[in-house]
C-alpha cells in the first residue's frame, strides 16, 4: 500500500492515533510510502513510532510545527538501523544539527533528504555522518524532483555505503561523501558558507547539480560594514582547488563578498552544460571564465547581469555582452566538430542589452531556445522583430520562448509577428504581460502548431477558461500552467 498526498492532520484523540498505529501493524510489510502532518505543538507520534512499526517503509514525509528534536523519538529502541528508508522529508519548526544526528545511525540509508528550518550545523553532519544521501534539499521551500529524473545515470552507484562504527558504536566521520545535487532556496537566507565549503570540499568528485543561493544569510546581515567581518569562508576560497569533474548544472546567487563566484569561476569545467547566475559581481571577469573555459554549455542565464560603476548607458555591460556572444558566435556551429553548442541563452532583467547585443545572439548558429525578461532599456521594437527575422533568415530552428516584462517593446502585433516567424516554436512562456487577454492565448495556440508547452505567469488570464478552450480543440499539449500569484518553481523553464 503506498499513502500519497494525504496530510493526517489535528488528530482529536488518543483513539485516532491508535487507530494508526494499528493500521501500520496492519501493513507493516507492505506500506512504503508515508506522509503525516500535525499543524499543533505535541505531536502525537515519532519518528520512532513510524519507524518501528514500519521496517519496509521507503518514503517518509513529516510536516510538524515542534523542532526535530521533540519529534524523533527514542531511536535505540530500533535496535539495529531502518535499511528500507532511502527518502527523508522533515518540515519541522527547527533542524538543528544535534537533533539531526541521531537519525545518521539509525536512517543511514536515505538517499534523497529534504530539510525545513534547518540550522547550519545540519549541512555539516549531513556531509560527515549520512553516507548515502545524493540529493539534499537544505531550506529550499520547493519541491524536488525524483532523484533518477536529474541525474546522470552514467553515474548512478552499484549499492548503498555500509556505516563503519566506531568504538563508541557512533558512525565514523566519512572521508568523501556521495552527494550529487545539492539544492538551497530561490530567495530569502541563504546557505552558510562555511559550512558549504566543506559540503563541497568533501562531495566535490560526485556533484553534479549546485543550486547554491549564498545571499546575505542572518548573522552576515547585521554587519554594517562588510570589512567589518569577513567569515572564514572568504580566505580559504582564496586558495582552495575543487575538482568538479562531473558538475553539469549549476545555479548561483553570489554572496555578498563576491568569494563564490570567484571560487567557481576558477573550477567551472568541461562537464558543465547549464549555467545560471543572479547579480554576477564581477561581470567581465565571468565573461573571460566562460571565453577560456574548455566546457561546452548549452544552456546559459543571467539574471539582474550587470556592472555596478558602470555608466549611465551601461557601455561596459554592452562590451561585455557582445564580447561573450561573438565569441559563442563564432565557436558554436552545427555539426560534430565544433567546440561550443550553445543552445538555450536567456536575458533577465539585465542591464546593457540592446538591438545590438540581440543581432550578436542571432548570429549563434546553435540557438534554440531565446528568453528575454525585463530587459527592454535600450532595446528597440524595431530591434527585437529584426532579431527573429535574422534568426528565420539563417534557418534557426528555435523551438523554446519566453518573453516577460517587456512592455515598452512587446504589443499584441509584435507578439504574432514573433510567434509567425517560429514555425518550430514548442515552448512558450509569458510573464506579466499585462495587455495580454484569453483571446491572444487562443490565437497562439492555433497558430503555432507544434507548440506542446504552455507557461503564462501574472498576465490576469483565465485558467479555466484557457483549459478549457485546449481540450476542445483535441490539443494535446504536454504541459500547461497559468498562475497568478508568484511562482517559486524550482527551473520553471528551460
Same mark, same amino acid.
Given at each position: ?7 493526517i492532520?489535528?488528530?482529536?484523540c488518543?483513539?485516532?492515533?491508535m487507530?494508526? #498505529? ?10 512504503t ?6 499543524f499543533?505543538l ?8 513510524i519507524?518501528?512499526?514500519l521496517?519496509?517503509l521507503?518514503?517518509l514525509?513529516?510536516? #510538524?510545527?515542534?523542532p526535530?528534536v521533540?519529534?524523533?523519538g527514542?531511536?535505540e529502541?530500533l535496535?539495529?538501523? @531502518?535499511? &528500507?528508508? %532511502?527518502n ?5 519548526s ?8 541521531p537519525l545518521?545511525?539509525w536512517?543511514?540509508y536515505?538517499?534523497?533528504l ?15 555522518h549520512?553516507? =548515502?544521501?545524493?540529493?539534499l ?8 524532483p525524483?532523484l ?7 553515474y ?5 555505503i555500509?556505516p ?5 558504536n ?6 568523501q561523501?556521495r552527494?550529487?545535487?545539492?539544492y ?10 562555511d559550512?558549504?565549503l ?8 560526485t556533484?553534479?547539480?549546485?543550486h547554491a543561493?549564498?545571499?546575505l544569510?542572518?548573522?552576515e ?26 558538475l553539469? *548544472?549549476l545555479i ?8 563564490y ?12 552544460k547549464?549555467?545560471?547566475?543572479f ?23 543571467f *539574471?539582474c547581469?550587470?556592472i ?36 538555450n541563452v536567456?536575458?533577465e532583467?539585465c542591464?546593457?542589452l540592446?538591438?545590438? %547585443?540581440?543581432?550578436?545572439l542571432?548570429?549563434? *548558429? ?5 528568453g ?5 532599456? *535600450?532595446?528597440t521594437?524595431?530591434g527585437?522583430? =529584426?532579431?527573429?527575422?535574422?534568426l528565420?533568415?539563417q534557418?534557426?530552428?528555435v523551438t ?7 512592455? &515598452?517593446?512587446?504589443?499584441?502585433? #509584435? ?5 509567425s ?7 512558450? @512562456? ?10 491572444d492565448?487562443k490565437?497562439?495556440? @492555433?497558430?503555432?502548431k507544434?507548440?506542446n508547452t ?6 490576469g488570464v483565465n ?7 485546449? =481540450? ?13 500569484e508568484?511562482?517559486d518553481?524550482?527551473?520553471s @523553464?528551460?
Amino acid at each position: 500500500m503506498i499513502i500519497t498526498g494525504q496530510l493526517i492532520s489535528n488528530m482529536p484523540c488518543t483513539n485516532s492515533i491508535m487507530s494508526l #498505529m494499528n493500521g501500520f501493524w496492519k501493513t507493516r510489510y507492505t506500506l512504503t510510502e508515508f506522509e503525516f502532518g500535525f499543524f499543533k505543538l505535541g505531536t502525537p507520534i515519532t519518528i520512532t513510532d513510524i519507524l518501528l512499526y514500519l521496517p519496509y517503509l521507503e518514503t517518509l514525509r513529516l510536516y #510538524m510545527r515542534d523542532p526535530l528534536v521533540d519529534i524523533v523519538g527514542e531511536l535505540e529502541v530500533l535496535q539495529e538501523p @531502518h535499511r &528500507s528508508l %532511502v527518502n527523508l522529508t522533515l518540515y519541522t519548526s527547527s533542524t538543528s544539527g544535534d537533533a539531526l544526528k541521531p537519525l545518521t545511525k539509525w536512517c543511514p540509508y536515505i538517499q534523497q533528504l529534504t530539510l525545513d528550518n534547518a540550522t547550519a550545523g545540519a549541512l555539516d553532519i549531513v556531509a560527515d555522518h549520512f553516507p =548515502n544521501v545524493e540529493m539534499l534539499s537544505y531550506n529550499t521551500g520547493y519541491t524536488l524532483p525524483p532523484l533518477r529524473e536529474v541525474l546522470n545515470q552514467d553515474y548512478n552507484n552499484n549499492g548503498p555505503i555500509i556505516p563503519i562504527t566506531s568504538m563508541d558504536n557512533e558512525y565514523s566521520q566519512q572521508k568523501q561523501g556521495r552527494l550529487r545535487a545539492f539544492y538551497s532556496s530561490n530567495g530569502w537566507d541563504g546557505v552558510p558558507g562555511d559550512e558549504f565549503l566543506r559540503l563541497l570540499q568533501k562531495n566535490q568528485k560526485t556533484l553534479e547539480i549546485i543550486h547554491a543561493n549564498m545571499r546575505l544569510i542572518t548573522q552576515e546581515g547585521m554587519d554594517v560594514e562588510l570589512d567589518a567581518f569577513r567569515p572564514d569562508y572568504v580566505i580559504k576560497t582564496a586558495s582552495v582547488a575543487l575538482n568538479l569533474d562531473r558538475l553539469e *548544472k549549476l545555479i548561483l546567487w553570489p554572496d555578498i563578498y563576491g568569494a563564490y563566484p570567484s571560487l567557481f569561476c576558477r573550477t567551472i569545467g568541461p562537464s558543465l552544460k547549464f549555467l545560471k547566475l543572479f547579480r554576477t559581481p564581477d561581470l567581465p571577469a565571468l565573461v573571460d571564465t566562460l571565453i577560456n573555459s574548455q566546457q561546452v554549455l548549452e544552456t546559459l542565464v543571467f *539574471k539582474c547581469g550587470c556592472i555596478n560603476n558602470d555608466d549611465d548607458d551601461n557601455t561596459l555591460t554592452t562590451q561585455c555582452w557582445l564580447r561573450l556572444l561573438n565569441h559563442y558566435a563564432a565557436t558554436s556551429l552545427p555539426g560534430p566538430k565544433t567546440t561550443k553548442k550553445l543552445r538555450n541563452v536567456t536575458f533577465e532583467f539585465c542591464e546593457g542589452l540592446s538591438d545590438s %547585443v540581440l543581432d550578436a545572439l542571432a548570429n549563434i *548558429k546553435t540557438i534554440q531556445g531565446v528568453g528575454l525578461q525585463g530587459i527592454a532599456d *535600450k532595446i528597440t521594437s524595431q530591434g527585437l522583430k =529584426n532579431f527573429f527575422i535574422k534568426l528565420k533568415k539563417q534557418n534557426m530552428q528555435v523551438t523554446k520562448l519566453l518573453l516577460g516584462n517587456m512592455r &515598452s517593446v512587446v504589443d499584441r502585433n #509584435m507578439l504574432f509577428d514573433i510567434i509567425s516567424t517560429m514555425e518550430e516554436l514548442e515552448a512558450l @512562456h509569458l510573464y506579466e504581460i499585462l495587455w495580454l487577454m484569453e483571446d491572444d492565448i487562443k490565437s497562439v495556440i @492555433h497558430s503555432a502548431k507544434n507548440l506542446n508547452t504552455l507557461v503564462v505567469k501574472r498576465c490576469g488570464v483565465n485558467s479555466e477558461n484557457i483549459i478549457s478552450f485546449i =481540450n476542445k480543440t483535441n490539443r494535446k499539449l504536454k504541459y500547461v500552467k497559468i498562475v497568478e500569484e508568484y511562482d517559486d518553481e524550482f527551473d520553471s @523553464h528551460y
